[in-house]
């Protein structure tokens, strides 16, 4: 399918943003992708229906590619907790997966309004910094795939990478601010892959659907956003490992209060 140059700007542009950040605050990048792509597709005269949903399954499937762009990064400081990740792995794919088709069920409206929630509690949450119990250490088998299918549902249905609930989680269980990023960034492609496959097959032999869409998911722009994340994605993990994020993560959280107000408006 053919681009206009203006739209495959935009789509790089917001791409470049969206892999710099998923680097630096292992967010994936949905925060940013969803609001974003969801005026993108309106711009092209969509089915209002079919926006938002498509915004998030497009979201979810650049996070397949800016988490393994960014994990190869996080993982050369030896930062990623795999026997952490493989623990909560299992739970995330099956609660991606669901979350997946609960989204595809909701009303457009209802889902853009769980969406601006989201980003609200996700930017409290950057301010917030809570010293857990010195004493405080991650549950066991059960405990971690349960918090799996917490994490897998609602990054699915939002279209995220998880960030916002697992390094609250982990960081609340003393695991270091820069290992708990650099583990969700790990936990990002299982997310990812499970929530896109969901959306496919939520969406499929839908009416009037664009051209290029694949389910849910557009394929033109995955193609020219995650060319763009992948490129930023390891430039924000190797900066994350040079400063410190809480303060940046707190001016990021009033761009993200915007954006919530912004999609209320809507």
């Not at 010195?134 to 405990?143: A, F, I, M, V």
């Not at 499970?194 to 394929?219: E, S």
């Not at 994020?245 to 999609?263: E, N, S």
Request: with cysteine; charged share 10%.
């Amino acid at each position: 399918m053919f681009l206009e140059p203006q739209l495959i700007v935009e789509l790089a542009l917001m791409g470049v943003c969206a892999g710099f950040l998923a680097g630096l605050l292992g967010i994936g990048g949905g925060m940013i992708m969803v609001p974003f792509m969801t005026i993108i597709l309106e711009s092209q005269g969509f089915a209002e229906e079919y926006v938002v949903k498509m915004a998030v399954a497009t979201s979810l499937a650049t996070i397949c590619f800016t988490s393994l762009s960014s994990v190869r990064a996080h993982h050369q400081h030896g930062a990623v907790l795999w026997p952490v990740a493989r623990l909560l792995a299992p739970g995330i794919l099956v609660g991606a997966l669901v979350g997946a088709q609960i989204a595809a069920a909701l009303p457009t409206r209802i889902l853009g309004l769980v969406f601006s929630l989201f980003i609200a509690y996700s930017a409290t949450q950057m301010f917030i910094d809570r010293k857990p119990k010195p004493s405080r250490t991650l549950p066991g088998g059960w405990g971690m795939f349960g918090m799996g299918n917490v994490i897998g549902l609602l990054s699915s249905v939002v279209g995220a990478g998880g960030a916002f609930v697992s390094v609250p989680f982990m960081t609340w269980c003393n695991v270091k601010i820069h290992q708990a990023v650099a583990t969700s960034a790990a936990l990002g492609f299982p997310i990812a892959l499970a929530g896109t496959l969901g959306y496919i097959w939520a969406g499929r032999g839908l009416p009037d659907m664009p051209p290029g869409a694949f389910g849910y998911l557009y394929l033109p722009g995955l193609l020219v956003i995650a060319t763009a994340s992948i490129i930023t994605a390891p430039l924000g993990a190797r900066t994350a490992h040079r400063m410190d994020i809480r303060p940046l993560k707190r001016a990021f959280a009033v761009v993200l209060y915007l954006l919530a107000a912004y999609f209320l408006m809507r």
